[in-house]
T-cell receptor, first 120, second 113 residues
Framework: NAGVTQTPKFQVLKTGQSMTLQCAQD?????MYWYRQDPGMGLRLIYY???????DKGEVPNGYNVSRLNKREFSLRLESAAPSQTSVYFC???????????????????FGSGTQLSVL | AQSVTQPDIHITVSEGASLELRCNYS??????LFWYVQSPGQGLQLLLK??????LVQGIKGFEAEFKRSQSSFNLRKPSVHWSDAAEYFC???????????FGTGTRLLVSP
């Protein structure tokens, strides 16, 4: 069971360089997410995709773009990397659950093992 | 907008002792509440969740949490800590649509022999 696979695991960039973080899940989940984790700030949502063909901004989208290539893959692109984007990036996917009549929530997020990105 | 506060950055507990990690949330209606655990170099793993019903929820690895609406809290507990429980623990609240999961800043648990 691969689950959620992220590549690369480590990356060092110079300011202004671009790169794409790749994420794939094999659990047939509709929803996928990109989070960044910084010391003392927990996880913050960058972008998410509720279903194939849709993407939406999260809490901290500036400086990033995403592509939901198909149901399995959700990539995160840094067009011009900045030192403030040094962080650990996590991709996640989720199962939906209907609760309390008709409201829908995540039953569970499945996380990849993360990408450590340093921008010099 | 919802928010989560985990007031303890670090907690050290002796192996075999009991554990309680605090989590307070802010949200106008009944929230969906979660606890996740992160081992070093790994992604997060769900420990337990509360959606509705019984306010005491059981999770994996012997953890439990109690939802207290009057205190806006969802504290995580374990009666006897094992060395393998050393990790970082995140409380999260979901509201306003399932995409909007907000995480706390985490509590790092250290287990002493």
């Amino acid at each position: 069971n691969a689950g959620v696979t992220q590549t690369p695991k480590f990356q060092v960039l110079k300011t202004g360089q671009s790169m794409t973080l790749q994420c794939a899940q094999d659990m047939n989940h509709n929803s996928m997410y990109w989070y960044r984790q910084d010391p003392g700030m927990g996880l913050r949502l960058i972008y998410y995709s509720a279903s194939e063909g849709t993407t939406d901004k999260g809490e901290v989208p500036n400086g990033y773009n995403v592509s939901r290539l198909n149901k399995r893959e959700f990539s995160l692109r840094l067009e011009s990397a900045a030192p403030s984007q040094t962080s650990v990036y996590f991709c996640a996917s989720s199962v939906k659950k209907v609760v309390r009549g008709s409201r829908v929530t995540n039953e569970k997020l499945f996380f990849g093992s993360g990408t450590q990105l340093s921008v010099l | 907008a919802q928010s989560v506060t985990q007031p303890d950055i670090h907690i050290t507990v002796s192996e075999g002792a009991s554990l309680e990690l605090r989590c307070n949330y802010s949200y106008g209606a009944t929230p969906y509440l979660f606890w996740y655990v992160q081992s070093p170099g790994q992604g997060l793993q769900l420990l337990l969740k509360y959606f509705s019903g019984d306010t005491l929820v059981q999770g994996i690895k012997g953890f439990e949490a109690e939802f207290k609406r009057s205190q806006s809290s969802f504290n995580l507990r374990k009666p006897s800590v094992h060395w393998s429980d050393a990790a970082e623990y995140f409380c999260a609240v979901g509201a306003g649509g399932f995409q909007k999961l907000v995480f706390g800043t985490g509590t790092r648990l250290l287990v002493s022999p």
